[in-house]
Each structure stands twice: as C-alpha cells, then as structure tokens.
C-alpha cells in the first residue's frame, strides 16, 4: 500500500525563484519501503520552462516512477519529447531522468519528427532543459511529400 496518494496533482519545481518545470499526473502514489519511490501510474505531463518562463519543451507518458533514494525517474510508454523552440517532435517507448545530474537518456527506437523531416535513431541523449537534444545511431532523415 502506498504511504500517500495524491489526485489530480501539480508539482513544481523552482531554481532561485525561476520556474524550471511543473509536473502534472492524474493520480500520484507514493512508497516508502523497501526503498522510496513515486509511481504515477496514468500517465505523467511534465513541462520545462526557459528564463523567461515560456514554455521550451514537455514530456508525456503513459506511466512513470521516480526511485527518489537514486534521484532517478523513468517514464514509459508512448514517451513523447516536444521541443516548442525547434518544433521538434521525439516519440519512443522509454526515457530515464538523472535527477542529480540532470542527464535524460534513453536507448529504445527513436523517431522525431519535425515538419516533413523525419529521423530515426536508436535512442537519445539531452539535459534537463532539452537544450542539447542528440539522436544517438541515427539512420537517416527521409522528407515527407505531400
């Protein structure tokens, strides 16, 4: 049974009074042994901002859990990266968050799409802030006719 249990929920986070991201879940659960971890199991939005606290990406899941004792949060299925800066869309199956070192990673097939541009790798390296967004094994881009 989990510890706590939270519906409908908004978490915030916030660097020096700078809005950094908010995360939106239906329902969070929240365990406490063997180990402590947040399972949000339909699906989690979370929503990075730039200095001027417009939006610059999001992520959406249709589940996530967060290994808080590993500072480490894994999202899975239907992962989609939205780039709103580049209009780079990233979908896969998984994606993995290195909290502490504010690493995102995954290494599941990779397609992103942006306007008739289409490229396809074998997973992806980025920070947190989806600044530096990189396909590893990339195979190629192919243009899409209308």
């Known amino acids: 049974m989990p ?3 939270l519906q409908g ?22 365990y406490d042994s ?34 808080d004792d590993r500072n480490l949060m894994e999202a899975f299925g ?11 869309t990233t979908y896969l199956h998984r994606i993995a968050w290195n909290t502490a070192d504010g690493r995102l990673w995954s290494d599941t097939t990779v397609r992103s799409v942006n306007g008739r541009r289409v ?7 980025s920070d947190d802030r989806l600044e530096n967004l990189h396909i590893t094994h990339q195979r190629g881009t192919i243009e899409i006719n209308d």
């Open 34 to 67: 063997p180990e402590h971890y947040t399972v949000y199991p339909r699906g989690v939005k979370m929503t990075f901002y730039d200095d001027s606290h417009e939006v610059k990406a999001s992520i959406k899941a249709d589940s996530a859990i967060s290994k």
């Open 78 to 88: 239907n992962v989609v990266v939205e780039d709103r800066h580049t209009g780079d």
């Open 9 to 30: 929920a908004t978490v915030t986070r916030t660097s020096y009074g700078n809005l950094q991201l908010t995360l939106q879940a239906p329902i969070i659960k929240v």
């Open 119 to 125: 490229t396809y790798g074998d997973g992806f390296e």
């Open 3 to 5: 510890s706590q249990q």
